[in-house]
């Protein structure tokens, strides 16, 4: 399992150098190998461990360097990430409120027990009624949240039409940030000789507002008892 596990983050820190193996291997096919990464990362909650934000990067920056077309580059992700969040919304919207009710049992078992009271369910329903558009969005920028808020969204049955429009409007802030940095800056010589660290910060950054509201509700829990 250590091996596994190593290997896993060997892939993630060196995603460049990978990634360019790839695409001396198998040239053009690798547009449908990283339009599958990005659709199943944002379309499968089962897959939520997937490089997002760090293969966008990654793929911008060498964009520059290899037989990749940056605009084509760019739209293939940008529709993966559309698609698969609207393919994780229908998911949730036909067998999501199915798991929280208990009727597939296998799945239920899977879960953890606080995801599948039905209380859950309500709450998010509320959650989504207040923020819907502004979690989707925002969502996009958070690892793993990522994966999870579009599923909840059709758990919650949030309106499809307010959904797409902030699936696109997430999904382009998302896409352009990452992949166009990657291609006006990954290819310094700065960042090509550290891009492991790069990958860090980035993540570092993405799960920074995760962070930030675990402290603040164990503040405020503690300030209330």
Same mark, same amino acid.
């Given at each position: 399992?250590?091996?596994?596990?190593?290997?896993?983050?060997?892939?993630?820190?060196?995603?460049?150098?990978?990634?360019?193996?790839?695409?001396?291997?198998?040239?053009?096919?690798?547009?449908?190998?990283?339009?599958?990464?990005?659709?199943?990362?944002?379309?499968?909650?089962?897959?939520?461990?997937?490089?997002?934000?760090?293969?966008?990067?990654?793929?911008?920056?060498?964009?520059?360097t290899t037989s990749l077309?940056?605009?084509v580059l760019y739209f293939?992700?940008?529709?993966?990430?559309?698609?698969?969040?609207?393919?994780?919304?229908?998911?949730?919207?036909?067998?999501?409120?199915?798991?929280?009710?208990?009727?597939?049992?296998?799945?239920?078992?899977?879960?953890?027990?606080?995801?599948?009271?039905?209380?859950?369910?309500? %709450?998010?329903?509320?959650?989504?009624?207040?923020?819907?558009?502004?979690?989707?969005?925002?969502?996009?920028?958070?690892?793993?949240? %990522?994966?999870?808020?579009?599923?909840?969204?059709?758990?919650?049955?949030?309106?499809?039409?307010?959904?797409?429009?902030?699936?696109?409007?997430?999904?382009?802030?998302?896409?352009?940030?990452?992949?166009?940095?990657?291609?006006?800056?990954?290819?310094?010589?700065?960042i090509k000789s550290n891009?492991?660290?790069?990958?860090?910060?980035?993540?570092?950054?993405?799960?920074?507002?995760?962070?930030?509201?675990?402290?603040?509700? %164990?503040?405020?829990?503690?300030?209330?008892?």
């Open positions: 399992m250590s091996e596994i596990f190593k290997t896993v983050i060997d892939i993630f820190l060196h995603l460049d150098k990978n990634l360019a193996v790839v695409i001396g291997q198998y040239g053009t096919a690798t547009y449908g190998f990283l339009f599958l990464i990005i659709f199943m990362e944002t379309g499968l909650v089962i897959t939520p461990f997937l490089p997002g934000d760090s293969l966008l990067f990654a793929s911008g920056a060498l964009a520059v077309n940056i605009w293939l992700l940008l529709t993966a990430a559309i698609i698969g969040d609207t393919v994780n919304y229908w998911i949730g919207h036909f067998i999501g409120p199915k798991i929280f009710e208990g009727e597939h049992k296998f799945i239920s078992k899977a879960w953890p027990a606080s995801l599948v009271k039905k209380e859950y369910l309500i %709450r998010t329903q509320k959650f989504y009624d207040k923020y819907g558009g502004q979690a989707i969005t925002i969502g996009r920028f958070v690892p793993i949240i %990522r994966t999870f808020v579009p599923f909840i969204a059709g758990v919650a049955k949030m309106s499809y039409k307010h959904f797409f429009i902030y699936n696109i409007l997430g999904g382009i802030l998302w896409v352009s940030l990452f992949t166009w940095t990657g291609y006006f800056f990954g290819n310094l010589p700065f891009f492991h660290y790069v990958v860090v910060v980035i993540i570092l950054l993405s799960v920074a507002p995760i962070v930030y509201e675990f402290i603040k509700s %164990r503040k405020k829990n503690l300030d209330a008892s």
